[in-house]
């Protein structure tokens, strides 16, 4: 181990020295009980310590922590634990293999217009959560979304303000100075708005790799947020549509009554975007997916944690008419749910019926438990798009969502029979 790095940090067992900040260091270790990686923010002393920030600083630790198993969202980076052990102030959160977003607000690395709409559109969703809940977290900027092989988290909530909390919290200006609101720099009453215009301020330097308001001191940068026009993206980025720096102006709006009223309004213009977005036809954005499976009736019932879990462990294919998806007699163990299309249920060259979107076949391998030899044969009718899942992911999934796909599983079971029963009757 280097000099300066601890073997232990409490129960944890320190691997590495991840990242060194003024006021914090992050380490790679492992959870011995729970036997996985986790990432460890260790405190500056001389921060916690100092006479005239420290109390600050404390305040801001003592806010994340507060926040551990409050914010479950598969955006937001959990937090596991926190402690004062020894006087080291350490917060455990969970380890995302990657970076931040900030290599990309480089003008020579952006990513494709398609993926940082997708970016912004999880994160929306995240904040969305968030909201929901009283929390805005005041300090939205590159630094704290962690971005790994399409995986987003947002971190740090250090200096989030909960609007329904009792306990004293961290007034005044908080952030960094180029993503802050207009209401923030003028110390105003804050709502969800000002995390809507910070967002906005990030998508504007994903899409250009420039800020949109930049100056030689404090003073002029704040002189210019609260009264300049940015440049135009489409002036520094040619292909970016116009309806999407349409959607950018309208998020950092300095009028609030202008800007967007809520993170979902926001979210459904991104998700609208990618229809004027050259994404190849084969690829389906997360965007896309999360937005479909919202719209399926299957669906109804799941929370957005659950859309989301089911997003990560499904597979999704298009397919054009007269090919099988199950064949019969066929073996097999995962189950499906239609997308987009139609198709047809044949057994020994009969039709049994016809299937639409929202509607689930094979689930009988998931239910018994192991694979098994299909009973009928499923064909497209049409151009379809099938969500596949397979019984071992779902098995390994969160107990909440198995319970909510043994529900829907119940529920067509019990229609099933019921059509049979109708059909008996009428014999």
């Not at 959990?78 to 931040?100: C, F, L, P, R």
């Not at 939205?140 to 004293?168: H, R, V, W, Y």
């Not at 609101?181 to 899409?207: C, F, K, R, W």
Request: proline letters at 3%; hydrophobic letters at 40%.
């Amino acid at each position: 181990m280097n000099t300066g790095i601890p073997n232990k940090i409490g129960k944890y067992r320190v691997k590495k020295l991840l990242g060194e900040g003024t006021t914090a260091s992050v380490f790679l270790a492992s959870d011995p009980f729970q036997d996985c990686e986790v990432a460890i923010k260790v405190a500056s002393s001389a921060v916690m310590d100092d006479p005239q920030f420290g109390s600050q600083y404390r305040k801001f630790f003592i806010n994340e922590a507060s926040l551990a198993g409050k914010l479950e969202h598969p955006h937001i980076i959990k937090v596991y634990d926190a402690a004062i052990d020894n006087d080291i102030h350490y917060i455990v959160m969970e380890y995302v293999n990657g970076g931040t977003l900030e290599p990309y607000c480089d003008v020579k690395n952006l990513l494709p217009i398609d993926r940082a709409v997708e970016i912004i559109f999880k994160c929306g969703r995240a904040l969305d959560y968030a909201s929901k809940l009283g929390i805005i977290h005041r300090d939205i900027k590159p630094a704290n979304i962690m971005f790994d092989e399409g995986d987003i988290k947002i971190a740090d909530f250090g200096a989030a303000l909960s609007t329904g909390a009792d306990q004293t919290q961290i007034m005044g200006v908080v952030g960094s100075l180029f993503y802050m609101s207009p209401e923030q720099l003028n110390d105003a009453e804050l709502t969800h708005q000002t995390d809507i215009y910070s967002m906005g301020v990030v998508l504007y330097q994903l899409l250009t790799g420039q800020l949109p308001f930049k100056a030689k001191n404090q003073g002029l940068l704040i002189n210019k947020i609260l009264k300049d026009t940015p440049e135009s993206i489409r002036n520094l980025r040619t292909e970016v549509p116009g309806a999407l720096e349409g959607i950018v102006k309208r998020a950092m709006e300095r009028d609030r009554n202008k800007r967007y009223h809520n993170w979902n309004d926001f979210a459904t213009d991104l998700s609208d975007i990618f229809i004027s977005l050259d994404a190849p036809e084969e690829d389906i954005s997360d965007t896309k997916k999360y937005n479909t499976l919202k719209s399926l009736n299957f669906f109804d019932d799941f929370t957005e944690t659950e859309i989301w879990e089911t997003l990560r462990i499904s597979r999704w294919g298009k397919f054009q008419p007269k090919e099988e998806i199950l064949t019969e007699g066929k073996m097999g163990s995962s189950f499906f749910v239609i997308a987009t299309g139609t198709m047809k249920v044949m057994k020994a060259g009969k039709l049994l019926g016809v299937l639409n979107a929202g509607d689930c076949f094979g689930e009988m391998a998931y239910i018994n438990g192991v694979a098994m030899p299909r009973t009928a044969t499923v064909l497209t009718t049409s151009k379809v798009v099938v969500i596949k899942i397979k019984s071992e992911s779902l098995n390994q999934s969160s107990d909440n969502l198995q319970l909510q796909f043994n529900r829907m599983f119940m529920k067509i079971m019990a229609s099933r029979l019921a059509k049979a029963d109708a059909m008996l009757s009428s014999i």
